[in-house]
Each structure stands twice: as structure tokens, then as C-alpha cells.
């Protein structure tokens, strides 16, 4: 399940404007993403060739179950990323930032490390 970077980041967007809207559409992303219709289309495209979403005839974007299984996973990097960065008192703004990066490129291994220690610090222990 390779993806690049920008791949990832149009997954995730599509995930997340999916939760937020009836549907999803290329002029949706692109107003999200700050990108062109054009960029957008050639991005939904090579998506669409890589079975990670489809498109149906009015337009409307879903992504395929590779496709969400990749968004999801980009999400939740995302968010346990930024709440680290966050806690350890790097502002809101620069931990989004870097979450976005770091996120892409984070080994499994490292972040699933990441992610055991940080559930042990919010996850009330039984003992408390």
C-alpha cells in the first residue's frame, strides 16, 4: 500500500470533508486545499486509476475501501501527532504544521511506538 505524499494528503482531505458534507466534489477539495480545479483533477485521476476512490457521473468523490483504509491511517497520525506536539507545549499552529509532515514520513514502528505511550498517558489507569 505505497502512496506518495500528495496522494495521502488528497485522501485524507477527502476523508475529512466526508465527514462534514453530503458529498465530496473536486471543486470541494480544491477550495480546501487552496489548489487549482485543474491540479485537483489530475490528482482525482491518478486516485481513481489507483483504485482508491471513485467518481461517479455527477461528480461525486468516495473513497474506495484501500483508499480509507490509507486516509484513516494518515488521520490518526495526524491527530495523535498534533496532540503530542501540543502537550508537550508546541503551539497549535506549528504542531498542525508538523504533524502534516511528520506524518508522511514517521516508520511504522516509530509511530505505533508513539502512539502506545501516549494512549498510557491519557487512558485513566485502573490503579488511579
Known sequence: MKTNESAENYLETILLLSKKLPVVRSVDIANELGYKKSSVSVAMKNLR????????DAGFIYLTDSGKEIAEMI?????????????????????????????HVISKESFE????????????????
Open 113 to 128: 511506538a508513539i502512539k502506545e505511550a501516549w494512549l498510557k498517558n491519557v487512558t485513566p489507569s485502573a490503579e488511579k
Open 49 to 56: 486509476e489507483k483504485k482508491q476512490i471513485t467518481v461517479t
Open 75 to 103: 488521520y490518526e497520525r495526524h491527530s495523535i501527532l498534533t496532540h503530542c506536539l501540543t502537550t508537550l507545549g508546541v503551539s497549535e499552529e506549528t504542531a498542525e504544521e508538523d504533524a502534516c509532515k511528520i506524518e
